[in-house]
């Protein structure tokens, strides 16, 4: 039996994104949907999602809701087609791996996972290469 209730998943990943602050989410199936949840609730600075063929309407669309310049910070989108895993990379050097996509959270089990070193400085790196 699960500790929370699916519909409380949502929200409490979402606080787990609020929590890290400033910093890096990467989620390659990340949706337009979740945008406004993430620019609202959190402090996150950087998006990177799927660049792959089938993804790119959904970035364009993020990419013209951010551009309106009705945001009161900057949040900046990019796209790789170099992408599988989820992860959050703080600011502050935290880096914690996520189980599955915002869309996806409630409908399967997933955890949040933090990063050892020296992992953590390699997924940082190799994140900020992509």
């Known amino acids: 039996m699960s500790r929370f209730p699916i519909p409380l998943a949502y929200p409490i990943l979402v606080g787990q994104l609020a929590a890290a602050g400033p910093g890096l989410l990467v989620d390659p199936y990340l949706k337009l949907a979740d945008l406004h949840t993430i620019v609202v609730s959190t402090q996150l ?23 309106k310049g009705s945001l009161s910070r900057r949040v900046e989108v990019r796209s790789s087609t170099g992408l599988h895993d989820r992860v959050l990379m703080a600011d502050d050097g935290d880096v914690l791996t996520v189980g599955t996509s915002l869309n996806g959270v409630g409908k399967t089990t997933t955890v949040v996972s933090p990063m050892p070193s020296p992992a953590r400085e390699s997924l940082r790196d190799e994140y900020e290469r992509l």
Do not use: P
């Open 45 to 67: 600075t950087r998006l990177l999602v799927s660049g792959k063929t089938n993804n790119r309407g959904e970035v364009g669309a993020m990419l013209a809701c951010l551009g």
